[in-house]
């Protein structure tokens, strides 16, 4: 089956304008979560979405949001960009919402390379 | 709050010899603890996992991961490395109901010598 789907893979923006990326979950999947990846900072946790509500979210400015659709696809939107903004954003869908149950193994897509000018 | 940390940047190991990459974390409750490898432009794939039981766990690919509480650490092991395993390697933990998500190590660019 299809694996998780970002779009767009790559894109490039300036410096005040708004960005939405997409994730398309592995089909049956409920869970999707979001992260950041620079050079500096690594891997960080922006936020998870469950059955379309919020549940979890990572120590970001309110610039970052997102939101989950009734099937299951979501989006995060950045507003206001930044150049430190510029990273890969990666997305990951999972059966059930948490990192935490073992039999819940969580999916990554292929990421969405932004970049900041 | 929880941390992950990957003291080797760089590891450079020559083909068919073994790997040990280290990974320490901080948490202050039972850690459920991951091992992710990245290749060159894609995502993250999950090796293996520890949330309880054996503290030695099997992955996919050849790699195992032993969980020793005494020390915090999580060190991934494979007897014989092969040139397809030149990546990115990513440590995290996740703690009780995965509030913060996963946390990350900064990772470990493994580099296969021929």
């Known amino acids: ?117 | 709050a929880q941390s992950v940390t990957q003291p080797d940047i760089h590891i450079t190991v020559s083909e068919g010899a073994s790997l040990e990459l280290r990974c320490n974390y901080s948490y202050g409750a039972t850690p459920y603890l991951f091992w992710y490898v990245q290749s060159p432009g894609q995502g993250l794939q999950l090796l293996l996992k520890y949330f309880s039981g054996d503290t030695l766990v099997q992955g996919i690919k050849g790699f195992e991961a032993e969980f020793k509480r005494s020390q915090s650490s999580f060190n991934l092991r494979k007897p014989s490395v092969h040139w397809s395993d030149a990546a990115e390697y990513f440590c995290a933990v996740a703690g009780a109901g995965g509030a913060d998500g996963l946390t990350f190590g900064k990772g470990t660019h493994l580099i296969i010598q021929p």
């Open chain 1, 1 to 117: 089956k299809a694996g998780v789907t970002q779009t767009p893979r790559y894109l490039i923006k300036t410096r005040g304008q708004q960005v939405t990326l997409s994730c398309s979950p592995i089909s049956g999947h409920r869970s999707v979560s979001w992260y950041q990846q620079t050079p500096g900072q690594g891997l960080q946790f922006l936020f998870e979405y469950f059955s379309e509500t919020q549940r979890n979210k990572g120590n970001f400015p309110g610039r970052f949001s997102g939101r989950q659709f009734s099937n299951s696809r979501s989006e995060m939107n950045v507003s206001t960009l930044e150049l430190g903004d510029s990273a890969l954003y990666l997305c990951a869908s999972s059966l059930e919402g948490g990192q935490t149950r073992p039999g819940n193994t969580i999916y990554f897509g292929e990421g969405s390379w932004l970049t900041v000018v």
